[in-house]
């Protein structure tokens, strides 16, 4: 399903996000150290192959909110950009850093030109963050950074639950109708 807002498109489904095949970057929700883990990161990890977690390495570790970008390797896609969501309860303020992953994740596909960004559910496994507090985060992040940027021109929300894609759905309804 997807949206139009100001010329962006907004797309939301219910899927893998190591089998993006469309997208030219990927999201990951990433551990500090920027190695495999569980979840969307050992998807990733998986998927790409070892390389990921080699070129992570002149980065790590990462902050909670920060973003970096680095090559696909064996993945679909054109580039990975790892994202440290906050750990919910620990690190403050969750809200913005939560935001903030999802505003440097632009940021960095905007400086590389990429015209498309898939996201999965940054903080809201391991990490803890309430799933519907992380999505008004995560969507509202996206509409005001979108409208800025030259070279993304759309922002799919891969969510691993049916559940949790038609959350995403009747929240986008209910913002852009
Ligand atoms: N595709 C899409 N969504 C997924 C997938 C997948 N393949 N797998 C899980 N999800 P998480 P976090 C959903 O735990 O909370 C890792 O071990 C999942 O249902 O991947 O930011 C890292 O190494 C949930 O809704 O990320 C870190 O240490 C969402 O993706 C830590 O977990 C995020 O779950 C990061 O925790």
Redesign the pocket.
Known sequence: MQWTVNGKTIEVTQ????AQEDMAAVVN???AQL?????????LHTAAGPELAEAGQKYAPIKPGEAVLTLAFNLPNDAVIHCL?PVYGKDKPEDRLLASCYERALYLAEQEELGSVAF??????????P?DDALDMAVSAVLNKLGGLKHVNTVRF????EQ?AEKYREYMDHRIN
């Open positions: 899927g893998n996000i190591a929700a990433a551990n190695v495999t883990g569980g979840g969307v990161a050992g998807a969501g999965p559910a940054i903080s809201t496994g391991v990490f803890g963050y799933f891969v969510l691993f639950s949790e």
